[in-house]
């Protein structure tokens, strides 16, 4: 899969993940996120005003994907910061090493969300179930080739997490 066919499927699915023509407020704001998440999503806009800085108006927020992840029927969250703007630092929430993506279990109660520094999240699915997959640093694929990426895939078997890193040759 080339980056551009990526980029194209992730656009889809931000689409898709859109509110319905109607519908009074977006699909995740503020008002219908279950307390917990919500308390994940305060977190973040905690670091820019801990910085003293301020989010710029419609970047408060890191992007949400659901899956169910950890197999319990129940949607897991994704967050994925690199949408937000604070005034206080451009590496608030992503830096040369990626994003400070968060995975909330909801077998956890989404308590102490699974932290992963990477880009570009997407959910996939295998054998049925859900699957985070997240470019993560080469130095996780232990590959030294200048024309490869790692893609961390984060999964649940048997009973856990399961977390695999795979180096990606690159193509034009």
């Known amino acids: 899969m080339t980056r551009s066919s990526l980029l194209l499927g ?19 704001s ?9 308390t994940i999503v305060n977190g973040y806009r905690q670091m820019c005003s801990d910085i003293d800085g301020k989010l ?6 890191p992007m949400i994907m659901t899956g169910d992840v950890d197999g319990d029927g129940i949607q897991d969250f994704v967050f994925n910061p690199e949408n937000m703007q604070c ?20 077998g956890n109660k989404y308590a102490e969300p699974i932290e992963i520094m990477g880009g570009a999240p ?3 699915q295998s054998d049925g179930k859900a699957v985070l997959n997240v470019w993560v640093s080469n ?3 232990e ?3 200048t024309e490869s990426s790692c893609l961390g895939r984060f999964s649940w078997k048997d009973g856990k997490l399961d977390t695999t890193h795979l180096a990606r040759q690159f193509q034009d």
């Open 122 to 124: 997407f959910l996939s």
């Open 30 to 38: 503020d008002k219908n996120l279950p307390a917990p998440v919500q």
């Open 139 to 141: 130095s996780e694929c």
């Open 143 to 145: 590959t030294t080739e």
């Open 87 to 106: 005034s206080a630092a451009q590496t608030t929430y992503c830096s040369n090493g990626g994003c400070q993506i968060s995975l909330a279990l909801s």
């Open 10 to 28: 992730l656009s889809l699915l931000s689409v898709s993940l859109a509110p319905q023509a109607g519908s009074a407020e977006l699909q995740w």
């Open 56 to 61: 710029a108006a419609g970047y408060d927020m």
